[in-house]
């Protein structure tokens, strides 16, 4: 048998998550996008509080001295692609970043956006804490990937706390006999782990279900018998989330052929490397 735990006993202690409060804000990325754009941002300072009538004066003088200054005008409004296309005050469609060519053009931007609102009525202080804000907000977004980096983060704490040789992120050419197993495909794995043998992981996590389970568990198959030539080597699949309900028919299958383990049995996978004769 190739996992020792029953598979639906595998699939009733898939956790709820595997987040903690770190998880949800990568603040350093979002001091660091707010850093890049800082000295537009000191700039467009100069707008603020100005009066709506005076506006349009104000950003002709600014874009004559500092024209650069406008070309962060997209992430006011929480936007990163300059490319988005939008419908113009005329019905035209546009590029956004077609706003930023001129001072009347970079007018009719603040104008149309309701950002003459803000800067006018000084609820502003600082453009710099504002587009903090934002990378914050925008940062929710990116939640999604990290949720796999929590998962590989986890690992690599469990393991250095067991005192286990590792790398992480090797790629299959390190293992020349091995890698003739895979042809053309450079694969990378999430850890190799050293002992008696030599284990070779794959770590994910879902918390929610979608087609790209059914097709990472199909891979995995796939990938699982190009090992069972080598006595020294082992391929291991660390696996969880609720997701899996949604395509559990699938994992199901592969549980058949592939090891695998999840965060409640984890504990028996780090035995089995210490252990292995």
Known sequence: MINKLNFDDFLNTLQD?????AFYVDWQKCL??????????????FLLGVAKTEMKAKITHLFNEYPKAFSCLNILIAVRDKNEKLFDNKGNICGLKSYFDSAEKVFDFINESGLIEIFANLKIKDLNDYVFGIEVGLDTNARKNRSGTAMENMLSNEFSRHNLKF????????????????????KRFDFVIYGKKTYFIECNFYSTGGSKLNEVARSYQEISPKFNSFSNYEFIWITDGKGWFDAKNKLREAYNIVRIYNLSNLSDFIYKVKNDK
């Open 32 to 45: 660091d996008k707010k850093d890049e754009i800082s000295i537009c941002l000191n700039h467009l300072n």
């Open 17 to 21: 998550t595997n987040r903690n409060l």
């Open 167 to 186: 790398e992480e992120q090797v790629e299959v050419n390190k293992f020349i006999d091995l890698n003739s197993n895979f042809g053309d495909d450079l």
